[in-house]
T-cell receptor, first 114, second 116 residues
Framework: ETGVTQTPRHLVMGMTNKKSLKCEQH?????MYWYKQSAKKPLELMFV???????ENNSVPSRFSPECPNSSHLFLHLHTLQPEDSALYLC?????????????FGPGTRLTVL | AQKITQTQPGMFVQEKEAVTLDCTYD???????LFWYKQPSSGEMIFLIY??????QNATEGRYSLNFQKARKSANLVISASQLGDSAMYFC?????????????FGKGTTLSVSS
């Protein structure tokens, strides 16, 4: 595996379900990110982790719970979601969190909440 | 507040023609970086090109070049010799260089359609 991978690619869940999104980067990067991409809206940053420590939480509701056990893995735990949470969830990684470090993105998980 | 504006929801171009995708930004910080990403229908965001605010020359990467006009706060992407595979959504993004822990701020994107 190379680059940034995300599983599952598609997920349909009910509002009472609990599920988790997984992201793994094989680039040796130190920073990882979760973004949400809704239809007709810009990408929205959700969380930033640098060296496994959360450095930014962009006012995300508590029904989204991130976990970063190491610099290569990032999870997004989902519970009691709402239909408006349906979106493409993108994970990204970068060498660092400042300067000109470009972010490398995974293919995303398309989430549908019924 | 920092902001990225992409005013073209959609652009249409024929193969082998050049196309310019517009991007303007707003920040009071003198040190920042500008990025362009491509998002095909598969969903993955692909990094294309980067321009630092202090870079003297416009960035170029193969068929991609960035027309950076600092005084106008614009960072337009120029794609030369368009190909069918260039059809995708294109996002302009900005990051403040000296502020650690921040991620990218994205524009709403421009959909590019290349026809034969």
């Amino acid at each position: 595996e190379t680059g940034v991978t995300q599983t599952p690619r598609h997920l349909v869940m009910g509002m009472t379900n609990k599920k988790s999104l997984k992201c793994e980067q094989h680039l040796g990067h130190n920073a990882m990110y979760w973004y949400k991409q809704s239809a007709k809206k810009p990408l929205e940053l959700m969380f930033v982790y640098n060296f496994k420590e959360q450095t930014e939480n962009n006012s995300v509701p508590s029904r989204f719970s991130p976990e970063c056990p190491n610099s290569s893995h990032l999870f997004l735990h989902l519970h009691t979601l709402q239909p408006e949470d349906s979106a493409l969830y993108l994970c990204a990684s970068s060498q660092g969190t400042s300067g000109g470090y470009e972010q490398f993105f995974g293919p995303g998980t398309r989430l549908t909440v019924l | 507040a920092q902001k990225i504006t992409q005013t073209q929801p959609g652009m249409f171009v024929q193969e082998k023609e050049a196309v310019t995708l517009d991007c303007t930004y707003d920040t009071s910080d003198p040190s920042y970086g500008l990025f362009w990403y491509k998002q095909p229908s598969s969903g993955e965001m692909i990094f294309l090109i980067y321009q630092g605010s202090y870079d003297q020359q416009n960035a170029t990467e193969g068929r991609y070049s960035l027309n950076f006009q600092k005084a106008r706060k614009s960072a337009n992407l120029v794609i030369s010799a368009s190909q069918l595979g260039d059809s995708a959504m294109y996002f302009c993004a900005m990051r403040l260089r000296n502020q650690a822990g921040t991620a990218l701020i994205f524009g709403k994107g421009t959909t590019l359609s290349v026809s034969s």
